[in-house]
């Protein structure tokens, strides 16, 4: 791993550039995936996340020798559609993992969980995230992810963090109240839109109010030392970088705590905020 990028970041955002609001065109966003995998900062950079529909057209798109790794977003239903990945991959093509929504919000998310709890066992050593809305059945949803994953199924929790409606922001209670959920069933999770910014802030255009990434990091890293929900929500809540930056130093030698990381369709925005606040690119004396 290259000393530029701290441990803590290490695949902390995954290449989302092909999904809103960037939604660059699948050669687009291949020809800046290869870019950030030469990178100095390829580390901080996990997976390129595609649509299971658009498999077809980046096989087309890879040079001969090229080997990629891709996360598969699950646009197909019903969700057993996905069980032709494994056997129609391209072998330059490895899966690192397939997420699904399991439900629309205020719906009961348990019979499309059923439906994804059947897939890591026949797609292999991948990873499933099954993304439950924060809403009514959540708790119970988490239960059965926790409960399939203490098994040893490869199945984890996915949350959104924002979209194109205010009610797609979970307040900071809400965020910390579901991290801390997590963090009492030894689950880890991942999240999903909304975190375009190291630090929490106001979209100038929009009006709302986006988490920040690094926000959300040490406030997992403190829920998972067993923090009570109102600290965790006093993390996420604050806007001050001095509140951040310090404790994410201290622990830039370990792993992440609880959080495997988040999609975005800018890998440029969340590096530059952390060049900004000197936590890569030479910002820790390693």
């Known amino acids: 791993m290259s000393t530029q990028v701290p441990r803590l970041f290490a695949g902390l955002v995954d290449d989302a550039a092909v999904f809103p609001p960037g939604s660059a065109t699948l050669p687009d966003a291949l020809a800046a995936h290869r870019r950030h995998r030469a990178a100095w900062y390829a580390d901080l950079v996990g997976p390129l996340l595609v649509p299971?529909?658009?498999?077809?057209?980046?096989?087309?798109?890879?040079?001969?020798?090229?080997?990629?790794?891709?996360?598969?977003?699950?646009?197909?239903?019903?969700?057993?559609?996905?069980?032709?990945?494994?056997?129609?991959?391209?072998?330059?093509?490895?899966?690192?993992?397939?997420?699904?929504?399991?439900?629309?919000?205020?719906?009961?998310?348990?019979?499309?969980?059923?439906?994804?709890?059947?897939?890591p066992g026949q797609l292999g050593e991948v990873d499933v995230y099954a993304e439950i809305p924060l809403a009514w059945g959540l708790l119970r949803a988490l239960?059965?992810?926790?409960?399939?994953?203490?098994?040893?199924?490869?199945?984890?929790?996915?949350?959104?963090?924002?979209?194109?409606?205010?009610?797609?922001?979970?307040?900071p209670v809400e965020l910390?109240?579901?991290?801390?959920a997590c963090r009492d069933r030894d689950l880890p999770f991942k999240l999903t839109a909304g975190l375009h910014h190291a630090i929490r802030n106001t979209d100038p255009e929009t009006g709302f109010i986006h988490h920040g990434f690094v926000n959300v990091l040490v406030a997992s890293a403190v829920a998972a030392d067993g923090a009570e929900v109102a600290e965790v929500a006093d993390l996420l809540a604050t806007t001050d970088p001095l509140r951040l930056v310090e404790p994410a130093r201290v622990r830039r030698d370990r792993s992440r705590p609880l959080w495997i990381g988040f999609g975005s369709c800018s890998i440029v925005e969340p590096l530059t905020d952390l060049i900004r606040l000197n936590m890569v690119n030479g910002g820790f004396e390693l």
């Open 143 to 171: 239960d059965v992810v926790a409960q399939e994953r203490a098994t040893g199924t490869r199945i984890a929790a996915k949350f959104r963090t924002g979209g194109l409606a205010a009610e797609l922001f979970p307040t």
């Open 52 to 119: 299971a529909t658009a498999l077809p057209a980046l096989t087309d798109l890879l040079e001969p020798d090229e080997r990629i790794e891709v996360g598969v977003i699950g646009d197909v239903s019903p969700l057993t559609r996905l069980y032709d990945l494994r056997d129609g991959l391209d072998p330059r093509i490895t899966l690192r993992q397939v997420e699904a929504a399991v439900a629309k919000r205020g719906e009961d998310p348990q019979p499309g969980l059923a439906e994804l709890t059947k897939l």
């Open 176 to 180: 910390a109240a579901v991290i801390c």
